[in-house]
């Protein structure tokens, strides 16, 4: 819902039109309120998340429109954490998605998130936000005080039991150069308590080196005893 709300106050014209799922009322009310979904219909036999989804037109076998007859919901894919019917389950899919405001002495922002894969051993977060800078280069930022827009990625990966990798990317642009910093992280249990860790910086700034752009590049290795 939150992000919804954060489209339809940035002004776009779409959201203000009715969809036709719902023309008594604008888009925005309408995906707010659940009344029509933003999820793009699935026609195979078994959908991915299909535990996560209520009662609709897709997911009903056909029957002929004869007077009397009643229509049948599909059996939907059950969730091997729980054995609770799908409708229990229900739950939208915007809560994936997260609205964050935020305003400290270097910046003013908002930013919109999404959880663009969620897996076992993989999972992707992508982040898009705008706001206004008060501090130059404060928290990895940009060289000038002004309008920012600003963008984020979060990359976890697992590697069997044994190694993990985490990776980060923030982005930051304004009126005078871009800011960008990146953080790569590898974990390697050795034994239960002996972890080989290393760790890898690089922060680029497009206005560094009088305005040729200058890339800093840091990394470290390490061995983690848990006691």
Not at 11 to 17: A, E, I
Not at 79 to 89: K, V
Not at 112 to 139: H, N, S, W
Request: a neutral charge; hydrophobic letters at 35%; charged letters at 20%.
């Amino acid at each position: 819902m939150p992000a919804v709300w954060w489209l339809a106050l940035a002004g776009l014209p779409v959201f203000q039109h009715p969809l036709p799922e719902s023309p008594g009322e604008p888009a925005a009310l309408a995906v707010a309120a659940e009344h029509v979904s933003l999820r793009a219909p699935c026609y195979r036999l078994v959908c991915p998340d299909a535990e996560w989804l209520a009662p609709s037109h897709y997911t009903t076998l056909w029957q002929p429109d004869v007077p009397g007859a009643r229509r049948s919901l599909r059996p939907l894919r059950t969730s091997p954490l729980a054995t609770r019917s799908y409708a229990s389950l229900h739950a939208p899919t915007l809560q994936r998605e997260w609205f964050d405001a935020e305003a400290n002495n270097a910046k003013v922002d908002t930013t919109f998130g999404m959880q663009a894969v969620q897996r076992p051993d993989t999972k992707v977060q992508v982040e898009l936000g705008t706001g206004y800078r008060l501090q130059p280069y404060a928290d990895y930022g940009t060289a000038a005080i002004g309008v920012i827009a600003s963008g984020g990625l979060h990359l976890t990966q697992r590697f069997g039991e044994r190694a993990r990798l985490d990776q980060r990317v923030h982005v930051e642009t304004g009126r005078h150069n871009t800011y960008v910093r990146q953080t790569l992280g590898v974990d390697i249990l050795l034994q239960p308590r002996l972890t080989l860790q290393s760790r890898l910086e690089v922060n680029h700034d497009s206005a560094g080196d009088g305005g040729r752009g200058s890339t800093d590049t840091q990394g470290s290795v390490n061995l983690h005893y848990a006691f």
